[in-house]
Structures are given as structure tokens and as C-alpha cells.
């Protein structure tokens, strides 16, 4: 913007006399920040006043804002994309998958996210975010090796009583 005169598209040609100051003033779009100023006016102060003393070409620079998304899980299991931190820009729509191992199930997601109950979910990238995956041990498991082996030595116990009791008589 020039003293308060915002171009209606860029880049933008305009006319002073010599010696006039000119403010700028650098204007980001959503999702963007100003990084700073090139060409004929430097540095990253916004606004800049400048000295019209012959013809200037200045460029106003700007980057997407980014914010960092840090991925975490609680219990046995894996999410996509994997633990640790991301940097994303705003406004990004990142999808999160939860998958459980063996004997345990998810158990819902903490954070921003979409919808904390459903394993495929997203989250929208507006800030710096968190999300964590729960996942618990899945109740009443019961391990066919170990009870195998229990009736296994019951069957065996009562084997042996029945030959120690066969024997009695």
C-alpha cells in the first residue's frame, strides 16, 4: 500500500515528484507473512518510507506462515505419518491414520483433530498443533498357549490321581 493507495494488482507502476516520500506499506495475503523489502528499498521494516530521487523498483517479499505439528502416541500401535514434529503451511489439511498391534485397539485421538473417535482422521493446520493417538490393551484377552497348558496339567494332575488312587485299592 502507498499512502494509502493499494494497487489493484502487482506489480503496480506509479508516478511521484522528485523529493517526495513515499510510505509503503506491505501487505500479506492469508496465510503468508512479509519477509522484506528488495530492490530499491531493503531490510524488513514495514512500513518503509522511502526518498523519491530517481525511478525505483522495490519488491515487497513474503513466505507462508508455517506452523509446526508435533505427532505423538500413547500405548502399542503406529500413526501415519509416523511420531515426531512437522512443519506445515497454514491452512493444510493433513490426514492422520491410527493403527493398533496385536492385542490392543485405539482409543481415540487428543488434539484439534476432525473427529477424536475415528482412527482415519484430519487436522487442519491453523496454528502450531498436537495430536496424540491412545491406545489401550484390549480387555479380556485370554492367551490360548496358557490355557492350553492349564487343561494340559489339570489332565495330567487327574492322570495321576486316578493311578495313584487305582493303586490303593
Known sequence: MIDQTAASAYPATYT???????NLE??????????????ALSGSENPATILIDCNK????????VVHTLTLQL??????TPGTGTYDYAEGTVVNLTATPRSGWQFDGWTGD??????AETTITIDSDKTATA???????????PLVGGVIGGLL?????VVVV?????
Not at 29 to 34: K, L, M, N, R
Not at 57 to 64: D, K, M
Not at 156 to 160: C, G, H, K, Q
Open 165 to 169: 488312587r487305582y493303586r490303593r485299592q
Open 156 to 160: 495330567i494332575v487327574a492322570t495321576l
Open 26 to 39: 506491505a501487505v500479506p495475503a492469508p496465510g503468508h507473512c512479509f519477509d522484506s523489502w528488495s530492490g
Open 113 to 118: 483433530v476432525a473427529d477424536a473417535s475415528s
Open 74 to 79: 500413547n500405548g502399542n500401535g503406529s500413526i
Open 134 to 144: 491412545r491406545f489401550t490393551e484390549k480387555p479380556n484377552q485370554i492367551s490360548w
Open 57 to 64: 523498483n522495490i519488491t515487497a517479499n513474503f513466505s507462508p
Open 16 to 22: 511521484f515528484s522528485e523529493g517526495a516520500l513515499v
